[in-house]
C-alpha cells in the first residue's frame, strides 16, 4: 500500500470521526479492522465525500446507514427526522466537512497539512464515489447500537 497510507495521516482523521460523532452528536462508535475496497461504491445509504489536497490529493468519505445517520443527525438539529431527506443530506455535509476539519486541526500539530473542497452528498447504497482511480480504497468500520458507518480514504501522491 501506499506510503501515505501511514498511521501518522490516517490515525487523526479516525481520531476526528471519533470525536465529531461523541462531542456533536453524543453518539459513540467503535471501529472495526480496516479493509480495501476496492469497487468505488457506497456502502451506507447516504454517504458525504470530500477531496483533499496538500500532503497527498485524494478523497476522504463518510458513508452512513439510515439508522446511524437519522440519530447522528436527530441529535445534532434536536430533530426527531425519520427518513433521509434534504435536511439530512444537508448534515451529513456540514458532518463530513467537521471531520475533516478536526483532522486538518490535529494533523497540523505534526506539520502535515492539507486543504479540503466543498463536501458531496452521494444517496443510495452501491452509488459510485470519486475516489482516486487506480489507487486503493483504505475502509474502516464503525458499529454503534444505532447501525453502521464506514470511513473511506483514497490518496496519491501525485
Same mark, same amino acid.
Given at each position: +500500500? ?8 490516517? $490515525? ?10 461523541? !462531542? +456533536?452528536?453524543?453518539?459513540? @462508535? ?13 456502502? /451506507?445509504?447516504? #454517504? /458525504?465525500? =470530500? &477531496?483533499?489536497?496538500? *500532503? ?12 446511524? @445517520?437519522? !440519530? %447522528?443527525? $436527530?441529535?445534532?438539529? *434536536?430533530?426527531?427526522? !425519520? ?9 451529513? /455535509?456540514?458532518? #463530513?466537512? +467537521? %471531520?475533516? /476539519? ?9 506539520? %502535515?497539512?492539507?486543504?479540503?473542497? #466543498?463536501?458531496?452528498?452521494?444517496? &443510495? ?9 487506480? =489507487?486503493? @480504497?483504505?475502509? @474502516? ?18
Amino acid at each position: +500500500m501506499s506510503e501515505q497510507y501511514n498511521v501518522q495521516f490516517i $490515525n487523526p482523521i479516525l481520531r476526528a470521526v471519533l470525536n465529531v460523532l461523541s !462531542t +456533536m452528536a453524543n453518539v459513540e @462508535v467503535t471501529p472495526g479492522k480496516p479493509y480495501l475496497n476496492n469497487n468505488g461504491l457506497a456502502v /451506507g445509504d447516504i #454517504t /458525504g465525500s =470530500v &477531496g483533499i489536497d496538500g *500532503y497527498a490529493i485524494g478523497v476522504i468519505s463518510l458513508s452512513l446507514s439510515k439508522g446511524v @445517520v437519522l !440519530t %447522528i443527525v $436527530n441529535n445534532m438539529l *434536536y430533530e426527531n427526522f !425519520t427518513e433521509i431527506n434534504e435536511e439530512i443530506a444537508d448534515a451529513v /455535509g456540514e458532518l #463530513t466537512n +467537521m %471531520i475533516s /476539519g478536526q483532522a486538518r486541526s490535529i494533523l497540523s500539530e505534526s506539520d %502535515i497539512s492539507f486543504s479540503a473542497g #466543498t463536501p458531496k452528498v452521494i444517496h &443510495g447504497k452501491g452509488e459510485k464515489i470519486d475516489h482516486i482511480p487506480s =489507487v486503493p @480504497v483504505l475502509a @474502516v468500520p464503525f458499529s454503534s447500537s444505532h447501525g453502521d458507518l464506514v470511513v473511506e480514504i483514497s490518496l496519491s501522491n501525485s
